[in-house]
T-cell receptor, first 112, second 115 residues
Framework: QKEVEQNSGPLSVPEGAIASLNCTYS??????FFWYRQYSGKSPELIMS??SNGDKEDGRFTAQLNKASQYVSLLIRDSQPSDSATYLCAVKLWGTGNQFYFGTGTSLTVIP | NAGVTQTPKFQVLKTGQSMTLQCAQDMNHNSMYWYRQDPGMGLRLIYY???????DKGEVPNGYNVSRLNKREFSLRLESAAPSQTSVYFCASSEGLVGGQETQYFGPGTRLLVL
């Protein structure tokens, strides 16, 4: 059973809309959660990290964590064409020697 | 501050050849990681080193070996390359805080083609 599941998409939204990306994880002892953005041919770069239940906002990005339901989401407000990329969800589990588990990514296209 | 650097950027090998991928970080991080990324498969952990002097297998270690040369450097070796090892390889590092709220930083990647 995969640790982290994401809808592979592709997800298309018009410019200025809200993009919603979702991720579920299987292990209840997961402790830290991350969203990475990866442009084609580039390495992943961190957008947001979240450790506690609730919302965390950073500019146009909001991460939402619900540990009871075992999901974490990323909202991108006022989506821009430059947001077009693959978004990777990652989870760090307690007691795994600092291992991070990644989902397969969701491809987002923002249409001008 | 260069962050995480990887060499080479691109490599073509013939089946059975060997090579070593190099990774270095200048952030004084304790933990370092090697991932491979294949289309539709996401990032899969090959090996990691939680701290200097330790290495552990990840999800897909077969066909690979690693060396944590010192705190800065973590190399990945393919002893006898196979076409199934054609992939993009990423090195990453993190502070290595037990129970910590930490971030992984990635290198630019090495694109490997095995013929």
């Amino acid at each position: 059973q995969k640790e982290v599941e994401q809808n592979s998409g592709p997800l298309s939204v018009p410019e200025g809309a809200i993009a919603s990306l979702n991720c579920t994880y299987s292990d209840r002892v997961s402790q830290s959660f991350f969203w990475y953005r990866q442009y084609s041919g580039k390495s992943p770069e961190l957008i947001m990290s979240i450790y506690s239940n609730g919302d965390k906002e950073d500019g146009r990005f909001t991460a939402q964590l619900n540990k009871a339901s075992q999901y974490v989401s990323l909202l991108i407000r006022d989506s821009q064409p430059s947001d077009s990329a693959t978004y990777l969800c990652a989870v760090k589990l307690w007691g795994t020697g600092n291992q991070f588990y990644f989902g397969t990514g969701t491809s987002l296209t923002v249409i001008p | 501050n260069a962050g995480v650097t990887q060499t080479p950027k691109f490599q073509v090998l013939k089946t059975g050849q060997s090579m070593t991928l190099q990774c270095a970080q200048d952030m004084n991080h304790n933990s370092m990681y090697w991932y491979r990324q294949d289309p539709g498969m996401g990032l899969r952990l090959i090996y990691y080193s939680a701290s200097e002097g330790t290495t552990d297998k990840g999800e897909v270690p077969n066909g690979y070996n690693v060396s944590r040369l010192n705190k800065r450097e973590f190399s990945l070796r393919l002893e006898s390359a196979a076409p199934s090892q054609t992939s993009v390889y990423f090195c990453a590092s993190s502070e290595g805080l037990v129970g910590g709220q930490e971030t992984q930083y990635f290198g630019p990647g090495t694109r490997l083609l095995v013929l």
